[in-house]
């Protein structure tokens, strides 16, 4: 009978090694690939996902306000099956991205739209009139406020336990481990804001709003992020504002012409220095919320 045990021996190698292979291939074949639109939601996506997932981000490394996807950009969209971008405010061009016309079964995502949009400070009180793009008058930068991003990380384990049923508790479980370490972060941030000598910063590109309302700040930006080299009565309107409220640093975007700030700079002698909206993927291998962190600190240490 020593042939049987044999025959049953090779007979479980034959099924195990044909197991492996199965559960090798499946994780190749059955992973979702994923298409993000810029960096907050392609590193949430990326932790929440583990590594089951192929996740890709499209062109937008330097920034998203003035993206417009590249032709080959739309083409990876419509051969991935699940597209995340962030709010419709933000990429308005993803709301007009049309798989079913392509032939395409991509199923497109818009991560925030749980999320409670906020009017872009000073526009609160603008009615909507006819032929006015509503979704102009809201402010998408949510992902800089530790609290919403971990709302806005529910939300994509959601969206991921719906295109993928099999691992929804797995895609739930890493969001909301993920909402508590967001949540945390807050935490420690609150009685930091909370001592601060000040409470007003300035920014060229108004991203912290979100930022600012959580902590009991204030965001002032300088001439509605204007890029060109201000006139002479714009020049003294600044100069003006500069006297007012005392102001001793603006904050600048790494990688944007700061023709603006360089020009302030020299005329009225206040400081610059960069806070990153983490718009643009820092590349430095830091996870978002090790990001996140740093940008609260640097303001922090700011008003401090
Ligand atoms: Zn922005």
Redesign the pocket.
């Given at each position: 009978m020593k042939w049987m045990k044999y025959l049953f021996l090779s007979l479980m190698l034959l099924v195990l090694s044909a197991c492996g292979q199965q559960s090798q291939s499946s994780q190749v074949q059955s992973g979702l690939r994923i298409v993000t639109s810029f960096y907050p939601i392609y590193s949430l996506v990326k932790e929440i996902s583990g590594d089951y997932n192929d996740i890709r981000m499209i062109g937008s490394r330097n920034?998203?306000?003035s993206y417009e996807p590249s032709p080959a950009d739309v083409k990876g969209i419509y051969d991935a099956d699940v597209f995340i971008y962030h709010s419709k405010i933000l990429e308005s061009w993803a709301g007009r991205l049309e798989p079913n016309v392509q032939g395409s079964k991509v199923k497109v995502l818009e991560a925030s739209s749980g999320l409670e949009l906020q009017r872009v400070p000073g526009l609160e009180d603008v009615e909507v009139t006819e032929g006015m793009d509503e979704a102009s008058l809201y402010d998408?930068?949510t992902w800089l406020d530790p609290v919403l991003v971990g709302q806005e990380a529910v939300l994509i384990g959601n969206l991921l336990a719906e295109a993928d049923p099999e691992r929804a508790s797995y895609y739930n479980e890493n969001a909301s481990k993920l909402q508590q370490q967001y949540q945390d972060l807050a935490d420690k941030y609150r009685p930091i804001f909370e001592k601060t000598r000040s409470k007003t910063f300035v920014t060229q590109?108004t991203?912290f709003s979100y930022t600012a309302k959580r902590y009991g700040l204030r965001q002032l930006g300088i001439a509605g992020v204007s890029e060109e080299e201000p006139n002479p009565r714009q020049l003294a309107e600044i100069k003006e504002f500069v006297d007012t409220y005392d102001v001793k640093t603006i904050f600048v975007e790494k990688g944007k012409s700061d023709k603006l700030a360089q020009t302030l700079k020299s005329s009225t002698g206040v400081d610059l220095k960069i806070l990153d909206?983490l718009?643009a993927d820092p590349e430095n291998n830091l996870t978002y919320l090790e990001n996140l962190d740093a940008v609260l600190d640097t303001l922090a240490k700011e008003l401090q």
């Open positions: 920034g998203i306000h998408p930068h590109h991203a909206p718009e």
